[in-house]
């Protein structure tokens, strides 16, 4: 039996623990894919750019990216696995923030790239 909660349209929807929960799902499937975007962007970027400063900047903050993605799949498996309500719910607000901050990051790094690259 799924948790589910009655909506004033009378429409049954997941209760806000479900939402969150799959919410926090997302980020951990996303966050794994990005890590392996940033270590394929830093291969392809060693090979195409010439060296430059810009790559060793791209270089550095795409590993670093990487880190921040690593720390968001860690934490939003330790939040699935925890039963301690407020751990759980502490886990998801970092998991949150850290994922936004690497999404940011995310798209200073490709702007430092496309402009080494042109």
């Not at 929807?13 to 966050?31: A, K, L």
């Not at 060693?46 to 790559?55: E, G, I, K």
């Not at 696995?81 to 790094?109: C, I, P, Q, W, Y």
């Amino acid at each position: 039996m799924t948790d589910t909660r009655r909506t004033p349209t009378g429409i049954d929807g997941p209760s806000p623990e479900q939402r969150e929960h799959e919410i926090t799902m997302h980020v951990f499937s996303m966050s794994a894919g990005l890590i392996g975007v940033c270590l394929a962007a830093i291969g392809i970027l060693r090979l195409v750019a010439a060296q430059s400063q810009f790559q060793t900047w791209g270089d550095e903050l795409l590993a670093l990216d990487a880190v921040l993605f690593v720390s968001c799949c860690f934490l939003s498996f330790w939040s699935f696995k925890t039963k301690n309500v407020v751990l759980r719910n502490r886990l998801r607000l970092v998991v949150d923030s850290l994922f936004m901050l690497a999404l940011a990051l995310m798209v200073g790094v490709c702007t430092i790239i496309a402009y080494a690259l042109v």
